[in-house]
């Protein structure tokens, strides 16, 4: 009986042992939830703006701007929230570069060749007349020595830039009387931007600058006798085939436009890695979504055009096409002796293009045309 009371005291002992034990851990559950929680509460949320060179919305450009900034905010679960501003909204379309620059926006959703002025060699990272694909581009920035490049470039303007979207091959231009022969460039007045209209220039055409929100006004007032934007899809939006019915292709220019996302290097640098990380991510799945995009949407509009608003499609003559490519090459050339940075650039370019013309000599040409026999 004694040594069965003595066992029962040990057993009543074990259990209030444990019966403490467990409300001890209740305890520190609870002091490690709330920690937790409070943890939670003091993650710093950071607020950035997107300065773009786009109408607010406005079809792949536009609506590219607004998924990346969705995108980032999303994947940071909310940590870093990125607000779009179109253009005009905060700056003015083409101030998109500097606003960045200064730090008045931290990041800007634009396309290199509207700063020309500030270094030539930025052109080459926009769309070069002639030169490469959306595809092609790709590959000689992540593989090629492109974007270390373009990095360079930009590192002067506190800048850091990252490709953000491509339009693919654009069409060669609205035009209100029809192209035959190069008397017809004679004392046009186009707006096309970067080399190609350096190009155009060179063909007796007068350049004019302006942002893609005022072209249509231009072109239906006689302001400008032509214009290029990107495609069927973008051209559609825009209305332009109420200003001019003659559309040509293709797009010699612009044969792979880039779209850039520009960042203020401070800014960046100030974010968490995983954050920086999130940005770069957000970024490159948006260089491939606007490509994309307008490469499942661009022959549906190019037939609403055609079909329901009688635009009289047209190809550029094969002889004006010879001339055209004649100056591209005369152009470039030029724009390389005269900057040392430039050089630099179309050197690398070249070379890649020269190189994977050849391997698409016999892959993605030859297919396409066997494709294309009956």
Request: charge should be negative; include cysteine.
């Amino acid at each position: 009986m004694r040594n069965v009371m003595g066992l029962g005291k040990w057993a009543f002992a074990g259990l209030l042992a444990l019966s403490l034990v467990a409300c001890g851990g209740s305890d520190n559950t609870e002091e490690s939830t709330n920690t937790a929680q409070k943890a939670e509460q003091k993650v710093e949320k950071i607020q950035w703006k997107m300065v773009t060179t786009w109408p607010k919305n406005f079809p792949g450009l536009g609506t590219g701007a607004e998924a990346l900034a969705k995108n980032i905010t999303a994947m940071s679960n909310g940590r870093l929230e990125v607000k779009v501003y179109a253009a005009g909204e905060l700056v003015p379309a083409l101030e998109v570069f500097d606003a960045v620059s200064r730090g008045t926006a931290e990041m800007g959703h634009t396309s290199a060749y509207y700063w020309k002025g500030k270094a030539p060699a930025v052109q080459f990272f926009s769309s070069v007349p002639f030169g490469m694909t959306a595809q092609e581009f790709n590959a000689w920035l992540e593989f090629g020595g492109g974007l270390a490049l373009w990095e360079e470039v930009y590192a002067p303007f506190n800048v850091i830039p990252m490709a953000a979207g491509n339009t693919g091959a654009q069409m060669g231009g609205w035009f209100n009387k029809e192209i035959n022969s190069l008397e017809d460039f004679q004392g046009l007045k186009m707006r096309m931007p970067g080399l190609g209209g350096e190009v155009m220039k060179k063909m007796g055409a007068v350049m004019v600058n302006m942002p893609g929100s005022e072209m249509f006004t231009a072109l239906q007032t006689g302001a400008i006798d032509a214009t290029e934007w990107v495609g069927p899809y973008n051209d559609l939006a825009f209305g332009l085939y109420k200003a001019a019915k003659y559309y040509y292709y293709p797009g010699w220019q612009e044969p792979g436009s880039a779209v850039e996302a520009l960042f203020n290097k401070e800014a960046f640098e100030a974010l968490p890695a995983d954050l920086q990380e999130i940005v770069r991510t957000a970024t490159q799945k948006a260089n491939s979504s606007m490509l994309n995009e307008l490469t499942a949407r661009n022959n549906a509009a190019l037939t609403s055009l055609v079909d329901e608003h009688n635009v009289i499609l047209k190809r550029f003559p094969d002889d004006l096409l010879a001339a055209l490519k004649v100056a591209s090459a005369e152009t470039l050339a030029e724009v390389a002796a005269n900057d040392e940075m430039s050089n630099k650039v179309y050197v690398s370019f070249k070379a890649f293009l020269d190189s994977v013309s050849q391997w698409h000599d016999i892959s993605e040409r030859a297919f396409i045309n066997a494709r294309a026999n009956d």
